[in-house]
């Protein structure tokens, strides 16, 4: 188990990050090779265990097939980095090599709207390089003759850089070589921000232990938890737990191909697991959030829905057995389900990294580069992320992404 000390080295940072799960690890790792940084930096995480974290709940999975194009390019460079992860760590020999299983996601439209959705996302990924593939039912049964499709109108399928890999690893690796690098974690938990007297910038972060510890920079990536550590600034932003449920079983008659991700309509998504089993997830029709230490289960959803849906999708999965299940948290952009970034309009030292919808593993990299870049240089040096800002929320602007699992 990673053990932190609880007690800050010192008594001011010029970047205080407020969570050091996947996102504040990336950040952390990404200042500490910056050439451009050479400062200090401290990461506040509460649970050092990581036992409730999202990340430690996804099912760490990677995709192309976004509607959007600069989702697009967040997960390329995710794939990108993944190829040769070693290197990407400083040829670090302790590094393991990293690997994507891409089965890819099959997206599956029951009517026309939801084909509609699929060629225009196919338009913006073809544009970026992704050789997605639009497939008739016809062409779907063909490759993969386990589905029930007569109410399928159209699917998308790609299998490059898409499909599981091991997101716990680079989370690891990122935490332990941030650590090596001279960023400082400590276990703790903030309970307040204190404020200049204009309400413009933070002075210090408090912690519960009683400390307060002095910033040049916060930055707010706490998962889950993001909008109570905004509203320590005084701050809103639109973010919720919400519960995301998973299971793990075994099928008493195993399928006859590799089941790649596949996003039913009915919101049921499942995928193969291992050699002899799958993972199904799934949330509830109403989705509301919840409190952030909520992880029960929902045995009725899993019997009224989830399993219902498998067996009418691939009636092989009529007879199955779970083996595994667990319940995580999105930490749900409830505006339009897409990340929110960088600074704070009125509280100029606050940067987000919160919102991700589900997003947040296979963008951590990408994300942990950009807001290195920003409070290194003042800018976005490799990918433009300001239409992630905070600035599109107070307009009322939203961030069109049509492909939202």
């Known amino acids: 188990m990673v053990r932190f000390p609880t007690n800050p080295g010192r008594d001011s940072y010029d970047v205080v990050i407020v969570g050091g799960a996947i996102m504040g690890s990336a950040l952390a790792w990404n200042l500490a090779v910056s050439p451009h940084f050479n400062g200090s930096v401290l990461v506040v995480e509460r649970d050092p265990r990581y036992a409730d974290c999202s990340t430690a709940h996804t099912n760490s999975c990677i995709r192309q097939q976004f509607g959007n194009a600069l989702n697009i390019r967040l997960s390329q460079y995710t794939a990108e980095v993944l190829r040769d992860f070693p290197a990407y760590m400083g040829d670090d020999a302790r590094v393991p090599h990293q690997q994507i299983q891409s089965f890819g996601y099959l997206y599956l439209a029951g009517d026309e709207a939801g084909a509609a959705r699929l060629r225009h996302a196919h338009a913006v990924q073809l544009d970026c390089g992704v050789p997605a593939r639009l497939m008739t039912p016809e062409e779907i049964a063909a490759c993969y003759p386990f589905y029930a499709l007569d109410d399928v109108v159209l699917g998308s399928h790609n299998t490059r850089d898409e499909g599981y890999w091991d997101g716990g690893s680079v989370f690891e690796w990122f935490r332990r070589k941030a650590r090596e690098k001279g960023v400082e974690y400590v276990a703790g938990e903030v309970t307040g921000l204190d404020l200049n007297l204009a309400g413009t910038v933070v002075e210090a972060v408090r ?199």
């Not at 519960?208 to 993001?226: D, L, M, S």
């Open 207 to 405: 912690l519960a232990g009683g400390e307060h510890i002095g910033c040049g920079t916060v930055v707010n990536a706490a998962g889950p938890r993001a909008a109570r550590v905004a509203a320590m600034a005084g701050r809103e932003i639109p973010v919720e737990p919400r519960k995301r449920f998973s299971w793990v079983f075994k099928a008493e008659r195993p399928l006859s191909a590799t089941l790649p991700l596949t996003i039913d309509p009915s919101g049921v998504h499942v995928r193969q697991d291992g050699p002899d089993t799958y993972l199904a997830g799934g949330h509830t029709v109403d989705d509301p959030p919840v409190d952030a230490d909520d992880f029960a289960m929902d045995a009725d959803f899993w019997m009224d829905v989830v399993w219902p849906a498998l067996a009418a999708r691939i009636p092989a999965f009529e007879a199955i057995r779970v083996v595994n299940e667990w319940t995580g948290h999105y930490a749900f952009n409830v505006f339009d389900r897409n990340a929110i970034l960088g600074p704070d309009p009125e509280v100029g030292n606050i940067l987000y990294m919160n919102g991700f919808s589900g997003h947040g593993l296979q963008q951590a990299p990408a994300m942990g580069r950009g807001l290195a870049e920003w409070i290194a240089l003042g800018g976005y040096r490799t990918l433009d992320l300001r239409p992630f800002h905070i600035d599109r929320i107070l307009r009322g602007e939203r961030f069109d992404e049509s492909a939202v699992i």
